[in-house]
């Protein structure tokens, strides 16, 4: 499975911008998606997942309420959209997937993902 994000941009603090996480050919529903981000000098950090089979969604505190992942209709592609952005949220982001058996997606364990995209770069400055 080779995940692909898109989306990182330049934004204002307060600004808002939308990631997607695409999977060619391969339906994403099936999987515990993961949203990650990796700021310079700072482990990687798990912020937003969603499961496969009952949807449960997990928020960081860090983005809780400004942060919302979910799966669009096509079902081959997940997004987050990250709205009052703050410099904190700079980063590299990643999407990744857990194998398909394990439908819970999981926060705090990057380790249990196994297929990850190369990452977009997120920057929030004035």
């Known amino acids: 499975l080779q995940l692909v994000e898109s989306g990182g941009d330049l934004a204002r603090p307060g600004g808002s911008l939308r990631l997607s996480c695409a999977a060619s050919?391969?339906?994403?529903?099936?999987?515990?998606i993961g949203w990650f981000r990796q700021a310079p000098g700072k482990e990687r950090e798990g912020i937003a997942c969603?499961?496969?089979?009952?949807?449960?969604?997990y928020y960081a505190d860090s983005v809780k309420g400004r942060f919302t992942i979910s799966r669009d209709n096509d079902k081959t592609t997940v997004s987050l959209e990250m709205s009052s952005l703050k410099p904190e949220d700079t980063a590299v982001y990643y999407c990744?997937?857990?194998?398909?058996?394990?439908?819970?997606?999981?926060?705090?364990?990057?380790?249990?993902?196994?297929?990850w995209g190369l990452g977009t770069q997120v920057t929030v400055s004035s």
């Open positions: 990744a997937a857990r194998p398909l058996k394990y439908t819970q997606c999981l926060l705090s364990e990057p380790y249990e993902y196994d297929s």
């Open positions: 050919g391969f339906r994403l529903d099936f999987y515990a």
């Open positions: 969603i499961s496969s089979t009952d949807g449960t969604l």
